[in-house]
């Protein structure tokens, strides 16, 4: 029986986002409009070795899913070398996986899957060239696509996609992305706009509900929800009811808060734990494990942070506070 970290709420907590970078190629205008801050100085990241540390540690108090993400994590050096390590954590890890934007993946992903990684989730808001451009700020859609290919060949499969939708940007795409989906068969996720965004231009105006983006694909698709249990998954999923391949997945944060089954925690690349997206207080597990902390006393410490976890996000309330690090810092 392994370990099982909970928290004040009796929640398992299962699933751990690792940040490898703050860096990213794109510039999303719902996530890092206005470019990276001045980089930070090497030694506050933690290195792989430290990186490898802690996940064994995480994995031994009942993690079992990681998943590599950024900044854009194919930024940082030679990540395969974290892969291979992270994976001698299976079987217990049962779960390896990486969200990404796709660009470096053309040439990599079987590297990536020879290393051990299980499964990817390519970030891709637009399949128009004009809009893709406009919300990510680069003009990249055919390496993207060709990066979706190139994790489908490798195997790394089930592939995810990620589209982020927002007002007057793509919610005209939803249905053309169901299409994607079912002529692809990929899982296709539609996650509403947070107020992550380094800008702070966030508004509730600019969110296309998961209900509308559900009414929408059901007006050309109709979508039965899967039998899946959801669990402590972010998104609700649907199947298509004329039994084409593919799925829909609804990410739906701010309408449809689904904190109450949350098992996740993050580190940032600079190591810090946040126990929710809009938390407004980090904890440094790296100070702890750079200050010779003992393995007991890391697991003391990761133990009564997880005991902190908020209940839930605020973003519905009057008095909610945006955290002052973005999405691109605190891994998406
Ligand atoms: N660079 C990688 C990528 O593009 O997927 C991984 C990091 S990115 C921060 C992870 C996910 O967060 C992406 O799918 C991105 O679209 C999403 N994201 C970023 N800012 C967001 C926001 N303000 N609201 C909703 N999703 C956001």
Redesign the pocket.
Known sequence: MSAILKDSYGRAIRDLRVSLTDR?N?R?F??LPHGEPPIAPKEQMLSYEEIEYVCDIFVSLGIEKIRL?????MMRRDIETIIEKLSLLKPRLQDLAM???GYFLPGRAEGLKAAGLDRITI?IDSLKREVFQKMTGVDVIDRVLEGINAAKEAGLVPIKI?A?VVRGHNEDEVVDFAAFAREHAISMRF?E??P??SGHDWSREDVVTGREIRERINEEFLLVPSKVRRGSETSARYRFADGAPGEIGIIAPVSEPFCGACSRIRLTADGQIRTCLFSTVEHSLRDVVRNGSSRTEIVEYIESVVLRKEPRHYINDPEFVQPSRT??FIG?
């Open positions: 990213c794109f999303c719902y996530c993400t950024g900044g854009e994590p969200t990404t934007n970030s990620n982020v996650i706009y947070m992550l965004d999405m691109s998406g």
